[in-house]
């Protein structure tokens, strides 16, 4: 299986702050997927990122509050911009394995005073 | 609206027990099934998926698809305490490449 490293861990910011999460694959993969997952709720997709393009992102999120960059097939970021309590989760990133199934990184909890 | 339904539970069980968790989908176009496990504090890993209708076993996990009911179940036979933890059912739409979650079943094995 595939590796993948997230970062940080935890982190806990100011409103009005940013905080840029990586996610590094130890192979090559067309696809990135980032997640966020609030207390107590499921998986919601926040975006798709494929790497020399834009990423897709699902309804409710928008580029200007969720940045992402894919610069080559083994990593990608993800900007939570302009942070909120709101925006106080957990942040998955993941990537497909065996064609449909899904492997995550370890999450990024991030609290927003 | 692409929706996958989960009862959130708690689901309570006593060890040894039958654990069964359910789901289900509004998309009929979707093919693949899925259940993922989530330690509290932990990220979700794959424990099960199953494509056709019927059932799929893999040691005390039991897959079980009806693609007319729309209703895809996970049995766990035997139930440990260390099963303790919440079961999402996802699926994908034939042709997508997005995984859609339920809201987890949070299941407790009491010992």
């Known amino acids: 299986s595939a590796v993948i490293s997230q970062k940080p861990s935890r982190d806990i910011c100011q409103r009005g702050t940013s905080l840029t999460i990586q996610c590094q694959v130890d192979?090559?993969?067309?696809?990135m997927f980032w997640y966020r997952q609030q207390p107590g709720q499921s998986l919601t997709l926040i975006a798709t990122a494929n790497q020399g393009s834009e990423a897709t992102y699902e309804s409710g999120f928008v580029i200007d509050k969720f940045p992402i960059s894919r610069p080559n097939l083994t990593f990608s970021t993800l900007t939570v911009s302009n942070m909120s309590p709101e925006d106080s989760s957990i942040y998955l990133c993941?990537?497909?394995?065996?064609?449909?199934?899904?492997?995550f990184g370890s999450g990024t909890q991030l609290s927003v005073l | 609206q692409k929706e996958v339904e989960q009862n959130s539970g708690p689901l309570s069980v006593p060890e040894g027990a039958i654990a069964s968790l359910n789901c289900t989908y509004s998309d009929r176009g979707s093919q693949s099934f899925f259940w993922y496990r989530q330690y509290s504090g932990k990220s979700p890993e794959l424990i099960m998926f199953i494509y056709s209708n019927g059932d799929k076993e893999d040691g005390r996990f039991t897959a079980q698809l009806n693609k007319a009911s729309q209703y895809v179940s996970l049995l766990i036979r035997d139930s440990q305490p260390s099963d303790s933890a919440t079961y999402l059912c996802a699926a994908i739409h034939t042709g997508g490449f997005k995984t859609i979650f339920g809201a987890g079943t949070r299941l407790f094995v009491k010992a």
């Open positions: 192979s090559q993969v067309t696809m």
């Open positions: 993941s990537v497909r394995e065996d064609i449909e199934k899904l492997l």
